[in-house]
């Protein structure tokens, strides 16, 4: 309690040090005292008479929120470590996320600012862990993080989300309903109390509890800034193994990928592969793209779709190269119905992976 | 001693029948002018006194009351000055009043007693006619386009003496030389043709389409790839006007103060700038004034950049779209507009306009949320064609696409083939059928309904997206010759509504 009152209030100075985010670690690492002699500045003595007297009573917390703190049976065991949080207001209950940390856990990271390709990859990964069983957790911000939420959610699965501020606020104010989603089926949680303001600091402190908790981080796309490579660092400096979705070599928003795979991360192309290495003792998954065996997919669709995933991935560009303008149409029609090929920016086609579109399509 | 005179007030798009009745009697010399009159209206004292003096008449020096009636008409415009010239001549036994019963005078005078042309005498003509009067006196350069009325004895008056001489049974005056000679002028030149777009034949084929079935289509895509020069060809491949849309489309450019002179072939294409106004493009800034929407009556409008018009001008074309016509109501004044046209528009995929061209693209998920918001809903909904362009290859380039002739051949081949269709349910374009006539005219075979039913079950149609499907499918089938709706077409008309599925898993 005390802790969580302490950083809400220190909120300031820790946004100073976020910009250095391995001094900011080191001195969430503190203790509570050592931490106001370090950052409270002119505010020590204040700070520290009321941390001595506060009283439980004193922060709010709507009784649907449980505080869970390190000594607790039900604080999950990846976080008993010198640089995690200390103590968590979890949305969803403190039993349900005992439950959910001892399965498998996977982090789905990456870019707030992806491409269709990578909202599809989050999207894809996400549904496939989920459907096994797998415990996605992830931020619920932009991009990435809120692609691999919703789809863990569409196929039922209960996610974890660390949020970069208080519950309540949990930042940006857009994704309450989000929130809402998450602590139904699964947990929310964040080591401010409710109502108080990540700020800056927050979301980088948020990425060392989410790559704590789990057992595998996968990155799905991201530039070469550091913000968007931070939870593979903090995975490698932790010693978590860490897996990235390869992407074009060309693209911008995926050179911090595909960095992280010249770096030696495990590659990852699909459920598939993340399961192999989640058990790494199993037998392989089939190698078999579903694609291929679709029923009803003629050689003309095939050969479409081929083409499709060869960059012809507009009407324009397919008739380009000897196919009739409405023939083209007609079989893109008809692989979208078939939930091989859906649409992205600009209206472009974009393979569709395995899974058969659901009933998530319809959803907003 | 009483005179009365015919003669008719603007507002807008309507022509208002006004009587004009003088009466002069003894008393201190004044001229008044009576019933809702205009500053234009009210000056026309001023003017008519001079133009009398100086045709040689006699201004009299009594007290002269003009009532223009109705009185609770309000009279705008210098185009009642005739009329009111030649009721004070009349009541003052200048003039026989015999013919003023059965003539309509329109026009503004000068001082010297020249006639001038008055805006809007096409409508004032139409007027004569329902007013039951038979004959119109107009200056010469109006009478050209008054003339384009059927039914109505047009005659030329240059001077306040002629119209004198024509009202106690003279001859009027001859159209002036100039004017008759210019008939051939101003012959419209047909816009820019389709040939000159390179590559794009997914878009080109999207616009004969949309041309087709009268349907609204939207193209969206990247700077530079041919979005605008796409859309101003649109007028070069659509029919040409009938003679009642000409009528209708020249009495408006009447009313708008444009010299007519003959029918209208090409239809309009209006292209207001982005920061009009919701006032602007549907009227009704003041009493009387006409929007956008109504110029483009008949014709296209042409909305570019459509992500940087104020939400709510956007929000006012809802009504224009789905009517026909515009309704205005202001405190003072109301009125209902013609406005049946086909909306074109343009816009950029997201705000830096390089979403989906390669990586390009430097919006966060907050702008491209703002900018999806700012088009979608209701007026995506009543457009039926959403068409991405692409950059074009450069191989494409060199080689000529369709012509605007040969677009337009095909074209006026479906939409004979649709007014055939629908000519006992009372419209012509497939646009414009709503789902009564759509299940009747878009039956579908079984694998068309299975496509229809596969695409409504994966979330990719909404029951109104289905509408705007099957009326697409049906042009399609119209532009192919086929009698029915194939499954094909179906398959088509999905593809050329582009939405993208992903990105709404995006917007949070």
Known sequence: ?364 | MLARAHTFTIEGLHTRHVTVEVDIRLGLPAFAIVGLADAAVREARERVQAAIRNSGFEFPARRITANLAPGDVPKAGPGLDLALACAVLAASRQLSPERMGSTALFGELGLDGTVRPSWGTLAVAQATRRAGLQTLAVAGAGAREAQLVDGVDVVVVERLASAVRLLNGGAADRLPEAIRRGRDVGRELPGPDLADVRGQRHAVRALVIAAAGGHNILLSGPPGTGKTMLAQRIGSILPPLSRAEAVEVARIRSLLGTDVGELPRLRPFRAPHHSITAAGLIGGARRGSIGEVVFAHNGVLFLDELSEFARPTLEALRQPLEDGRVAIARARHSAVYPARFMLVAATNPCPCGYSGDGDRCRCSEADMGRHRRRLSGPLLDRIDLVVNLDRPDAGDVGTPGTSSAQARAQVVAARERATARLRQDGISLNAHMDVRLLSKHARLGDKGCEMIRGARASGLLSARGEHRVLRVARTIADLDGSERVRARDIGAAIALRAEPSLAASRAG
């Open chain 1, 1 to 364: 309690m005390r802790r969580s009152w302490l950083l809400a209030e220190l909120g300031g100075p820790l946004d100073f040090w976020a910009r250095d985010r391995g001094r900011l670690n080191e001195l969430l690492a503190l203790g509570d005292g050592e931490l106001i002699e370090a950052v409270a500045g002119r505010r020590r003595a204040e700070l520290k008479d009321r941390h001595a007297s506060l009283g439980a009573d004193e922060l709010h917390r709507p009784p649907d929120v449980d505080a869970v703190c390190r000594h607790d049976p039900r604080y999950p065991p990846a976080l008993r470590d010198a640089g995690a949080p200390w103590m968590l207001y979890v949305g969803g209950g403190g039993g349900r996320l005992k439950r959910l940390a001892a399965a498998p856990v996977v982090l789905i990271d990456g870019s707030s600012r992806a491409s269709d390709y990578g909202i599809e990859m989050a999207r894809s990964l996400a549904r496939g862990l989920a459907a096994a069983g797998v415990t996605v957790v992830s931020g619920i911000g932009d991009g990435i993080a809120l692609a691999a939420q919703t789809a863990a959610l569409e196929a039922d699965g209960p996610t974890l989300a660390v949020l970069d501020g208080g519950i309540g606020v949990s930042p940006p104010a857009r994704r309450r309903w989000l929130y809402g989603r998450v602590a139904r089926r699964g947990c929310a949680m964040s080591e401010l109390p409710c109502k108080r303001q990540g700020r800056i600091w927050g979301a980088v402190a948020s990425v060392r509890t989410r790559v704590r908790l789990s057992t595998l981080t996968v990155v799905v796309e991201a530039t070469d800034a550091e913000r968007e490579l931070a939870p593979a660092r903090r995975a490698q400096e932790l010693g978590r193994t860490l897996a990235a979705v390869p992407g074009r070599v060309t693209s911008p928003l995926s050179s911090g990928t595909n960095t992280l795979l010249m770096e030696g991360a495990a590659m990852v192309r699909g459920p598939g592969d993340v399961l192999e290495l989640l058990y790494p003792l199993s037998v392989a998954p089939p190698t078999v793209s579903v694609q291929a065996t679709e029923p009803g997919l003629t050689a003309r669709l095939r050969r479409v779709l081929e083409r499709v995933g060869a960059g012809c991935d507009t009407p324009e560009k397919l008739t380009g190269e000897g196919v009739a303008l409405e023939d083209a149409l007609v079989a893109l029609t008809e692989l979208e119905l078939m939930g091989l090929l859906g649409r992205g920016d600009g209206g472009r086609y974009v393979p569709r992976g395995a899974f058969p579109p659901g009933r998530w399509a319809a959803g907003y």
